[in-house]
């Protein structure tokens, strides 16, 4: 079992800047594929952003790719982070951290993959 635990929401005002924690504990011995994933009121999830157990690799989602940055502070991927730039209305959601046991690169995207979820931290971009 893998507990996640997400931190750094906030309010802020649009064209400011947040950063996002997600911390790993229990069974970190190996390293995960991890992913950042949002949800606006009345909306799907949404992917984010998500870093491979390799700890290179990275991807973004259409809407945050050039503003929000994705990174890893250790090989395991047990602590990353999203910094999350020139913050519009529209980033509000809660945000959440997932993690995936799969090695593999296809669909990382997708919310199906991942096997642990945090609980989600609030953040609001005012206008």
């Known amino acids: 079992q893998v507990e996640l635990v997400e931190s750094g929401g906030g309010l802020v005002q649009a064209g400011h800047s947040l950063r996002l924690s997600c911390a790993a504990s229990?069974?970190?011995?190996?390293?995960?594929?991890m992913g950042w994933f949002r949800q606006a009121p009345g909306e799907e999830r949404e992917f984010v952003s998500a870093?491979?157990?390799?700890?290179?690799?990275?991807?973004y989602g259409d809407s945050v790719r050039g503003r929000f940055t994705i990174s890893s502070v250790n090989t395991k991927n047990s602590l990353i982070y999203l910094q999350m730039n020139i913050l519009k209305p529209e980033d509000t959601a809660v945000y959440f951290c997932?993690?995936?046991?799969?090695?593999?690169?296809?669909?990382?995207?997708?919310?199906?993959?991942?096997?642990?979820w945090g609980q989600g931290t609030q953040v609001t971009v005012s206008s």
């Open positions: 997932a993690a995936a046991e799969t090695q593999s690169r296809v669909n990382v995207r997708s919310e199906s993959i991942y096997d642990y």
């Open positions: 870093i491979h157990s390799d700890g290179r690799t990275v991807y």
């Open positions: 229990g069974r970190t011995y190996r390293p995960y594929t």
